[in-house]
Each structure stands twice: as C-alpha cells, then as structure tokens.
C-alpha cells in the first residue's frame, strides 16, 4: 500500500466519520429548529393577539376623541368657555363635505357639532311665540332660551369675527367658517313652522347681525353675491314674501324638486319614463298645478317645502332659489331588497337633471337611515347621479365614507 492510498484510505474514514457527525448535527438542528420555530411561532402570536388588542383598544379611543371635546363643552376651566371656546383654529382640520345636518338643534352642541364634522349646511326649525323664535323639533321640545338668535345666529357671528381678525395684514370680511376653504359658504336652512307671512318678517329681523357685518349671501340687481352664510327658506317659507322685492333680497328659497323631472336630452319625448306609473313626477304634479291653478297665492300659504307662497307659473331660478329638494319617501319611493331599481334612478336623475338646468343644489330629505347598509347604498348612488348635498342625521357616518 503506498503512502498516497493509505492517505486515501483514511481520508475515506475522515469522509465516513466526518459525514457521520455532520448527519447527528443535522437531525440535532432539526430538532432545535422545531423548538425553536414553535417557541417563536407562539411569541408572534402573542405578539399579533397584543398588537390586535392595542389597535381595539386605540380606536376606541380615538373614535371616542369628538365626544369627548363636545363632553366639556362650555366648561369653566375646559379652555371652551366665553371666547376662548373657539379658537381660530377650530376648523383647521376640518375638510368641509357636502353634507346637511338634519334636525341640527338636537345635538348637544348644535351648529358645532354639523362644523366639526365639516357640513356645509344645518338645519334650523323656527316657531314664532311672542315675538321671539325658538328652534325646536315640535313646541313641546323649545325652551324660552334655545332661540334661533341664541343657538344659530350670535354662534355665527362669533364664528365669523374670529375667522375676519382686523390686523395690519387683513381687513377683509369675505373668510368663511372654514380653514381649510375659506370661499365655503355655511348654508343656514330656516325651516318655518309657524305661520310663512308672520314668521318670515322676524327671521329677516334676526338675521341683522350677520346682515349689517356683510355675511349674507344676497341678491342684486340680477346678480349673487356668496358670502360666508346664505339663509335658505324652508318649510312655511313664503315664495310670493320672499320674491316682493325683485331687485334685493338676501334669503332664498326651497324651490320644489317634484315638480322638475325631466327627460334624458335628445331622448323621444318622454320614452325615458315608463308611460303608465302611478308615481309619475309629471302626471302628480301637473294634477296638483290644476288642483293650483284657481287659486291666489294667499291661499297657497303655509303649505310645506316648496309650496308656500307659489303659483304655477313661480320661476325658481339661482336669483330666488338655492335648493330644489324632495322628500326622498314620497318622490322615489320605498326601497325594496336593499337596492335602488331602475325606475327609482331614472326618477332621481330626471329630477336632478331638471334642477341642475335651472342652477339649484339638489336636496333630498327624509333618506333611509337604517339598515346601514341600505342607507350607505343610497348615499353612494346619490353622490354618483350628482345630488350636491347629503340630508344627514348621523354627521360622523357622514364624516366617515369616502367622498
Ligand atoms: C335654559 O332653560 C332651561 C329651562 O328653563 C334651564 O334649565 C337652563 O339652565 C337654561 N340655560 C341657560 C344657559 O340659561
Ligand atoms: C387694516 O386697518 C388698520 C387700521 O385701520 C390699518 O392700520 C391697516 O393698515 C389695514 N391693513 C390693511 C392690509 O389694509
Ligand atoms: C328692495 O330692497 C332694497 C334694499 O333693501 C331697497 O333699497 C329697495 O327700496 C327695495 N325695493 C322695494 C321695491 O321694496
């Protein structure tokens, strides 16, 4: 045997032995490997299980971070009472969206809490009793000091001076509520419920504050004029009081939306509509023209959104009208398996398509609120049609889609 094969021959032996205690390590790491992985596996699961309840537990606390600012609201020592309980920079992180809040009086800080949620528009219900205005849903709801002056109009104000700071730099008045675009305007929706001819008189009274510092979205000589606020009437408001002066007014009107559908352009005649519906927009409202057309304006008094105060041949234009609104219930109907049907749309694109061409924001009250998912449903197909402002009640539902 030469050097070389016993040389040969004992490194086959290394190769065996070596091989030998490379397999032990082997199946040794095998083993630590499965301690080890599961040891592991269980520590990222705990760590996940961890994580999972502190994201819970955060958005519980985030979600909660509205309530609680509104909770101490007004409160001596809150840093929210007297002036300071608005500071200019309130709507700094507020994106304003086309939304109304609804029966706004019955949140606990009303106005605020629509703001905070970045609604371009709320809604006020006004009774006259003993020359004041109270806002409240129905006269066993108001108390002599929830006044319209009190709970919508001195905030307004108030608002507006700190957004308009007189300094070196700015004497302007035209910033509006919000930061983030200061040319939104706050649209004031004045629901009349008492008598249209008495009570009309007393809401343009008590708008004189936010008239006289030039706030008012007006009307002159044919042409509007936006500014930070603009006063709509609804409910009792009448059209005949609201339009006498033709050349200046600084409120305007709920025009009726009903009354406006109209055909697809270049479609024949109005093959667009299925001939023969009982809900037909057209053939109601030209029942109620005829059922109208006797009478005066006078007796057209206190009718309801859209009504009062109108003839049949009442012109709703931008220069007397800033929305055309609906009760959604009674125009498009009840909604069946949680989904709009094809007529439903076609109602509320003619509607839209007819206040659209005469220049008015689309509005439609009385949406389906529950179940979510129906209410969601809706509130995408209007967005999507181009209805321009959301009937809301729930403002942080509102505030959460995505617009
Ligand atoms: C408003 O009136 C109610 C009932 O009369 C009373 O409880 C409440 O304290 C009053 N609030 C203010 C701020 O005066
Ligand atoms: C604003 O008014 C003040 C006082 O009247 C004046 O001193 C200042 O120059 C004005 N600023 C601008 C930008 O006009
Ligand atoms: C209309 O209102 C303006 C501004 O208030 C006023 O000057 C004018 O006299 C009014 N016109 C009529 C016909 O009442």
Redesign the pocket.
Known sequence: MTVRERRKGSLDKEGLFGSGKRGRRRNGGWYNCCVFGGVSGLCILALLLTFNLLLVLATFIWSSDIDSYLQNWGRPGSGTEGLAWYPTDFTRDVLPIPCHSHNDYWRRVPLFSALRAGCISVESDVWLFDNELYVGHNTASL????TFQSLYVNPLVQILEQQNPRTDFYNGTDHGVFDVDSGQTVTLLIDVKTGGAETWPWVLKQLEPLRERGWLSFMQDGEVHIRPVTVVGTGNTPFDILTANSTYRDAFFDAPLETMWEPRRGAPGTTDWPSGSSSDPLDSSSDSDSEENPTSPSDTQDLGQGLSGTTPDSQFTPLNSYYASVSFGQSVGRIWRGRLNPKQIRIIRGQIRGAHRRGLKVRYWDLPAWPLGMRNHVWDVLIREGVDILNVDDLRGVSKIAW
């Open positions: 108390q002599r000091n929830r």
